[in-house]
């Protein structure tokens, strides 16, 4: 009976969570039209306290969605324009010596917020990019030997331009390994550019966008996700198809564990959304590309044919074995 009660309240705490989720999303595609399942990627990567590297041309409505998110949960929004000259300090904060007191005082430089904007990332030196390293990782900057907490929840909307390489630091194999997903939102049809034109005929949608939840009910609403069931069966096909990765011919380097691990918690998220309390394939399969492309390397040879990582992933979700059977409890 007990044990009956607990799943019980464990169903009624996911169902929380899928409601805050479908607010925040229905919030964002207020200003963002016609991108649910894009909307719907970030907002699991919130929910997954990850962070999303947006790789697409300008004037899609990257700011846009960074700052239509940050205005949902009622956070801070930060804006850090990556350039080759700028400095880690200009990211992270530095001291400067009060004349008044007599003492050094930090001045929070623009990483420290809820929602972090770091525009064209791929423009700055490696030893700026890795500034972010720590922040995204541990949540935390190291300034002149201080360890200091960042804001949470804390969110990193990592852009770069995929067609312009001139003057560029491309990310690393370990720096893109440390972002969730990564995500493109693309052009809006004919349709939705006409449906934006009416949006913003007198003004602009985000400036009358309202917070739908608050950031103590948004972090309650990241630990509930952890008790989304996930049967060893699709465990199982989660390890199988990041293995497959790392064999597949056409691969220079496979998904890593971490990939594994961020797949586990998106298809989490995914089965919380969808209003489930367990993780089936289908979530799998829905999240395998934005969570494993930009950690599988395709070898020079591949990429000459025009192999991308999506084709990879893609023929492997067609070729490994769905599992049967039980999902659920």
Known sequence: ????????????????????????IDNVQRVILGKHDVVELTVIGLLCQGHLLIEDVPGVGKTTLAKSLARSIGGAFSRIQFTPDMLPSDVTGTSIYNQKTGEFEFRPGPIVAQVVLADEINRA????????????????????????PLPLPFLVLATQNPIEYEGTFPLPEAQLDRFLMRV?????????????????????????????????????????????????????YIAQL???????????????????????????????????????????????VPTLGHRVIISPAARIKGVTSRDVIEHLLDTIPVPGGKVGR
Do not use: C, W
């Open 242 to 288: 990041v293995e497959e990765t790392r064999r597949h011919p056409d691969v220079y380097l496979g998904a890593s564990p971490r990939g594994a691990l961020m797949l586990y918690r998106t298809a989490q998220a995914r089965a919380a959304l969808n209003g489930r309390d367990y993780v089936i394939p289908d979530d799998v399969k829905a999240l395998a």
């Open 1 to 24: 009976m007990a044990s009956f009660a607990n799943a019980h309240e464990h169903t009624l705490q996911l169902r929380h969570v899928r409601q805050l989720g479908l607010r925040l």
């Open 125 to 148: 030196t490696p030893r700026t990019q890795s500034a972010l390293l720590e922040a995204m990782e541990e949540a935390q900057i190291t300034v002149e030997g201080v360890t200091r």
């Open 184 to 236: 493109a939102l693309g052009y809006p049809s004919l349709e939705e550019q006409m449906s934006m034109f009416d949006a913003q005929q007198y003004a602009h949608p985000l400036e009358s966008l309202l917070p739908v939840t608050t950031l103590e009910e948004l972090r309650q609403a990241q630990a509930l996700l952890r008790m989304v069931y996930v049967d060893n069966l699709v465990k199982r």
